[in-house]
């Protein structure tokens, strides 16, 4: 069961992976269009909505492995295919990184690992979710996200997609464990259940979002943002709602290490963005001089 779990979670990951590079490629060929008229051209382009379909597999795979693997385990793997998007980023894409980004991805990369190993184990819960639960979830969600959207870097806007998509994991854990205990006849008890529908308003809302990430930030930054965000808080957020602990004392330390890297990470990962813009964004000499 956890070797199957294991699998699926990588499947996730690498699909993910895929799907950010073809959204971004696409997404950035439509400038001048922003949230929902964005999101209706997008809908026309054969590529990006077979990212969409890549993105669907990711969360077929999720839901089977959180049914079978600890969340740890499957929060750190999802987010395998964060460095293949670097390469791909400068090779298919035209990006370009600050030294100070690539430290950032590796470091958050690291971290995350470090701290999902270490992180108490979690299986399918005693009972599913209640729905309060599930509602004050999405409450908190939603104030954070409208928190981090009011700044315009894509790096943040990258965090908040991480925050949704965190809330999106325990949604679809939901959902798996209910199908691994009862079979076909979960989908009554789903349906009449807020969690679900949950999850796909904040999965569109999601979508929205990242696609004007990548409009302002490379792909593989804006992936290691939300990734690493949506990792770690998943592994909060079910230590939780669950009720169990972060980390046995034995390993609390290393898990420490593991969020000190992570946050590192984050902090270099918009340095460099920063840094990176504003290179960008300078005047050339020529130009100063035309200027002047």
Known sequence: MLIAGIILALVCGLANAAAAAIEKRESVRLRGRNGVRLLAQLLRRGWWLMAMGLSVLAWVSEAAALALAPVAVVATLRSTGRGGLVLVGARWLG????????????????????????????GPPERPLSNAVELEL????LVLTLILRLSRRGIVA????GVLYAATGI?????GDRFARVGLHAVVGLAASPGPW??????????SVTQAAFRRANA??????????AGLGLIFISAGVYSRPLAAVSSAVP????????AAGAVLLAVGSVDR?????????DERGAQT
């Open 95 to 122: 990006e370009r990184f600050t030294r100070r980004e690539l430290v950032g991805v590796v470091l958050l990369a690291v971290g995350g690992v470090v701290v999902a190993i270490f992180a108490g184990g979690a």
């Open 138 to 141: 999405a409450g908190a969600i």
């Open 158 to 161: 990258g965090a908040a997609v």
């Open 171 to 175: 949604y679809t854990k939901e959902i």
């Open 198 to 207: 949950l999850m796909i308003a904040m999965s569109v809302w999601a979508i």
């Open 220 to 229: 593989a930054s804006v992936s290691a943002a939300s990734t690493t965000v």
């Open 255 to 262: 898990f420490a290490l593991g969020l000190v890297l992570s």
């Open 277 to 285: 813009d504003n290179a960008e964004n300078a005047p050339r000499g």
